[in-house]
């Protein structure tokens, strides 16, 4: 016998698998940690996070004398972007729990949200809702 899902569990069900869904966004980044504040490209993001890529130089900067970021090891960091089609900067902390390394001269930076004020989490969220809708529309025009 199968279980049908209630309308709102099966709801709440998307809204969770579609949390952590990566929207990928083109622009500048500005990051602060102890060493300083530089310049790193925004490549995602999501409800929960984001990724960031930057090269040999300033990930030297960023964190020097580190040799890898894990999960259980995160390092601190500062971060101030704005999103396509908006004007508000937003600030957040954040806890980058892996640096991948992508190419000889390209490293990936990926991070938690720690520290987000609600009105820059609603701007976060509309511009991933929007969007899902963009993505969804062409997969349904495309069929």
Known sequence: MLCKAKPDAERQMKRNLIYHTQIPVHNSVSTRTESGEFQTQFERIARDGMTLSCDRKTLD???????????????????????????????AACEVFSLRRLSRDCFELEMHFQQLSEQHERLINDYIEANLKQIQQGIHQAA
């Open 61 to 91: 900067q960023l964190f020097p004398n580190t040799a890898s970021i894990a999960p259980r090891q995160p390092k601190s960091m500062q971060v101030t972007f704005t999103l396509p089609g908006q004007q508000q900067n937003i600030k």
